[in-house]
C-alpha cells in the first residue's frame, strides 16, 4: 500500500479495474478516480477528512486550478492554520463519478483504455446516482488504506455525499458536516435542473450529446444554464448589493433592445459567469450530475421516512445552513435535522445568518469559518486525534 | 365618437395614424392597440376599469382565447356579479405596446400599411417603457371619450402599468390597485429576464430576430425561457404540492439520462408549459417586454425617491402583495406602501396569505376576490358611481 500512494499522488488519479456496479444496474469498468490531498496522512491513518464537491466543483480544492489558474474553489477554508487544518488533518477531495476532470464520465473513453482512441461515452454514458458517486470515494480511500475517516464535509451536492456516505458506511464516518444541503432534491429544483437540461439540449451544438465528432461544444446552452443556476445561488439582496440596478455601456455592443445603448450590470455579470464556465466543464456531465442530484432522496427506500438511514448511528452531525439560502432553504436543514433527531443521532444544527445566498458556504462568512473549526476541533478531541 | 365605438368593438383594434412618441426619442407612427371591452360604459362615462395585463398576458381578460381556446386569464375576476362586477362596471383591457395579439409590436408591419407586405420590425422595433404602454392606452381611453376612469387594476407587469397610469396621469384615476408588483424592477428579477433572453438568443432558429424570413420560430429558446419564468411564478411550496418527487413514464421517451425510464412530473410539466406557450407568443415581444420591465422604475427621474411621483395624489390606492410570491415579494409592495405614505397619498396594504407564489393573482384565493371586490365597491361608493 505504501508504494502506490506515492504513485497516486503523482498521477492525481487511481483505476480500479473491475469497476463498480452501478444503482441502475450497468456494470461500469474501469472506474478511475481523480483526487488530490493536502496535509499528511497519520500514522495511525486516523486524521483523513473527506471534502465533496458541489455541482461544478472538482478536487482542486485548495490549490492553483488547472484550467482557470484561480485559487481553489475552498482555498480559503482548506490549508494551514485555516479552518479545516492542513497541519493536523490529510484532506482528500476527489472529482465526482460522472464528472469532467479525470474521474470516469460522459468524457471518458468508452473502452476505457489507455490509447485514447475509443470515443467518449457521451450520453450513453449510465445514469449514476450519488451513492455511486460516493461508492467510487469509498474506493479510493479503502486503497488509502483508512479504515475510518474523521470526518466528511461538503456544502450542496457535496453536502448530499455527506448524508450518503454517513448512512451508506455508518462506521467509517466519525463526524460529518452536511453544509447546504438537503435531505433530498425538492421539486423546485429538480425544475431548475430540467431547465438547464433543457437549454442544453435545445443547442444546435449540442448535437444529441455527441458534440465532439463535431469538434463543437453547445457553449450558449451550457452558458444559459449556468447563467440560470447562478442567479439561485445568490439571494436578492447579494444581488442587490452587489448590482442593483446599475447600468454601464453595453460591452458587447450587440444589445438590439437597448433603451441608451447601455445594460444593466447584473447582466454583464450573468455573461461573464456563463461564457468563463463553458470552458472548464463538459455539458454531457452537466447533464449527468444534475440528474444524479434530482435522484437524490434520502427517504426513497424507506417510505419517504427520512430518520430510517440513520438508525444507530454513532457518527456525529453538524448541518450548517444559511439563513438567505433560497435553493437549500433552512426548513430542509430542519427537515434533515428532525430527522436525525427521531433517529437518536448526536447532532448540532447551525444556521448562519448571512445575505449571500447558497454561495455564502463558498464565500467570506466569518461565523460558519468558527462552527467549522469548533465543529471539527470538538470532534477531534473526542476522536483522540491530532 | 359614439359611432366609433361599435366600429372599434368589431375590430377589436383602434388605429393612431400620428402615433407615439417614445420615451427612446424615436415616433413611432402608426400605433395600433388592440382591445377589448366588457360591461356597460355608463352614459356618465364614470364607470370605466382598466386591467392591465402581465408579461405574457393579452387582452383576451374574460372571454375565449383565439389562440388556445381556453377562457380568458382573469375570467375568474372579471364577469357580471364577480369581484370586477361588469354588471357595474365597463372593463376595458388592451394589447401592452411592444405585444403580439394586435397592438403595435415587433411582428408588425414596419411600413405600417394596410397591405401587410412589408417585413416585420423584428429587433428593429423600438425598445418601449412601462410608460410608453400606458400612454398608448390613454389613446384609446381618450378615444372612447373617457376622461376619468374609475379604476385602473392589474397584477406583476399589469401592477407596473398600474403605478405608472397613476403616476403619469393622476387625475385620469380614481383608483389604483397594483397587485404581485413593484415600484422598481430588482437586480434578481432583471437577471431573471437576461437569462430568458440569453435563451432566445441562443436559439439558431432565432437568426437574429428576422425569424420570419427563414419560415422559423425560435421555439427551443423561447420554450426554455418561459420554463424558468414559469418556476418563479410558482412557490416551492405550490411545486412540492402538486408534484413533489412523483415520477412517470417519460411521455417523450427522448431522455437519455433517465434512471428508470421515468421522469419527474414537474419536469413534464414544464416542458407543456413551454411547448405550449412557443404557439401564442412571438419571440421578439418577448424580448422587448422583459426589457420594458427591466427599465421599470419610478425612481428614476426623482434621485430614487419613489414618492416623488405621487405627491399630492389623490388618486385611492390598493396595494395587494401574497406572502409567497419570491418574484414580487412582499418587501418590495411594502416599500412602495412607504413610498406612497411619504406621499400623504390615500393608501392601503394587503398582504394575501397564500402558498402560490406569484401567480396567485391569477387563480382561486378567496381572500383575494374579496379584496378586490371590497375595495372597488368602497371606491365606488366614493366616487358616487353604479
Redesign the interface.
Known sequence: MDQTVPALLQHECVVFPEGLHL??GFHLAPVQVAYRTYGTLSAARDNAIVVCHALTGDQYLADTHPLTGKPGWWSRMVGPGLPIDTDRFFVICMNVLGGCMGSTGPRSPRSGGEGGSAEPWG??FP?V?IRDMVRAQKLVVDRLGIRRLFAVVGGSMGGMQVLEWAATYPDMVFAAMPIATSP?????N???N??S???I????DWHG?RYWERDAVPA??L??AR??AH?TY?S?EA??R????RVRRDPYGDN?????GEM?E??SY??HQ?SSFVHRFDANSY??IT?AM??F?LGTEHDGDLSRPFHGTRTRFCIVSFSSD?LF?TSQARMLARALNRAAANVSFVEIESDKGHDAFLLDEPDFDRTVRGFLSGAAEHARIG
Do not use: N
Open positions: 444503482e441502475c450520453t450513453d445514469p446516482t433530498f432534491h425538492s421539486a423546485q429538480i425544475a431548475f430540467e431547465v437540461r433543457q437549454a439540449f435545445a443547442d444546435p450529446g450558449r446552452g452558458a444559459v447563467m440560470m442567479i445568490l436578492e444581488l442587490t452587489k448590482f442593483g440596478r438590439p433592445l437597448s433603451l441608451f444593466f447584473v447582466e450573468l455573461r456563463g447533464l449527468t440528474r434530482d435522484y432522496d433560497w432553504p
